[in-house]
């Protein structure tokens, strides 16, 4: 069964929908509440959903807008259920981000960022360049500041974000990232595996990570 996605205005988001967003996470490591999600249809615009027929298979709270006349599309919380196809339903939330930032932004290049505490969920950026940060690359001051600027937005405080790993330190609170795991997390790369290695994912930790979509590249999604 194909997958399907829709975006939406966060405003058109009903209770018995955020009841559905709860129960796809309840039982993982990020167990979203109602009232978590609730609050996340007051930070974000879009809610972008992916189902199999009638039922939820994941979803992303986004932003689509301009930083410093940079285009970016900002990833909020989510969740992609853990079925066999979960790669897929990942893939499908993508790809409509980069469908609506063609849309938007066409001819120019454009950054995406997420907040993760997994290192599955670099899997987002699979079509993407020049992801920050990766192993064995040392973060230039500007990249560093699309960290910060990140986190600015994510609202988290100066004080509990360190630019040069971009991990943010939680403070024992549900932490607003893309839930995300790997149908088989042996095959993670260990430099993903140790990047993500020193979150406390029971405090709260998490990691911000961002990657350009290139002109060209978004072109393929514009139909």
């Known amino acids: 069964?194909?997958?399907?996605?829709?975006?939406?205005?966060?405003?058109?988001?009903?209770?018995?929908?955020?009841?559905?967003?709860?129960?796809?996470?309840?039982?993982?490591?990020n167990p979203f509440t109602v009232g978590f999600l609730s609050k996340q249809t007051e930070l974000w615009v879009l809610l972008t959903e992916a189902r199999e027929g009638s039922r939820l298979r994941g979803y992303v709270f986004s932003t689509l807008e301009r930083i410093g006349g940079t285009p970016v599309v900002i990833l909020g919380a989510g969740s992609v259920a853990r079925t066999a196809r979960r790669g897929t339903v990942l893939q499908a939330l993508v790809a409509e981000q980069l469908h609506r930032a063609v849309m938007a932004f066409p001819d120019e290049d454009v950054l995406l960022g997420v907040r993760m505490n997994d290192p599955a969920t670099f899997e987002v950026f699979k079509v993407l360049t020049k992801v920050i940060p990766r192993p064995g690359h040392d973060a230039n001051g500007e990249e560093r500041a699309w960290g910060r600027r990140l986190a600015k937005r994510y609202g988290i405080g100066t004080s509990n974000y360190d630019a040069r790993s971009f991990t943010a330190t939680g403070d024992g609170g549900q932490p607003a990232v893309l839930d995300y795991e790997a149908l088989?997390?042996?095959?993670?790369?260990?430099?993903?595996?140790?990047?993500?290695?020193?979150?406390d994912r029971r405090r709260g930790d998490s990691l911000i990570a961002v990657a350009w979509a290139t002109a060209g590249r978004l072109q393929r999604y514009g139909d």
């Open 184 to 199: 088989r997390p042996e095959r993670i790369p260990a430099a993903l595996v140790e990047l993500a290695a020193p979150l």
């Open 1 to 29: 069964m194909a997958v399907e996605v829709e975006s939406r205005d966060c405003t058109a988001v009903s209770d018995a929908e955020l009841e559905a967003m709860a129960d796809l996470c309840a039982d993982g490591p």
